[in-house]
């Protein structure tokens, strides 16, 4: 029996995902054309994404993979197109570290 995402994960679970989801593609869509933006990333990735309201969260991200893996997959892709492995290296390591 194919279980759906609303039987499967809570409305809640769900809607996390989706935020996270727009982050991402936010995020993508703003890299391909703004330079400044690109630029700034690279140089400040927090305070830029912070200043832009892009909030990313460790755990949406997480329930973006359970939720919509191809989503999720797709959106990173894209992303890594896009930014270089220093940002990627940055936005992974603790802000206090």
């Known amino acids: ?5 609303a039987s499967t994960f809570t409305a809640e679970q769900v809607a996390g995902a989706e935020k996270a989801a727009q982050t991402l593609e ?11 933006f690109a630029t700034a990333l690279k140089e400040k990735p927090r305070q830029t994404l912070a ?3 892009l909030v990313i969260e460790k755990e949406s991200m997480e329930l ?3 939720v919509d893996s191809e ?4 959106a990173c892709e894209e992303l890594f197109d896009l930014v270089d492995s220093d940002f990627l290296i940055t ?7």
Do not use: Y
């Open 26 to 36: 936010a995020l993508v869509a703003r890299l391909g054309f703004d330079e400044d």
């Open 71 to 74: 989503r999720f997959d797709k």
């Open 1 to 5: 029996m194919v279980q759906t995402i």
């Open 64 to 66: 973006l993979m359970l």
């Open 91 to 97: 936005m992974s390591v603790p802000s206090c570290g």
């Open 51 to 53: 200043s832009a309201g």
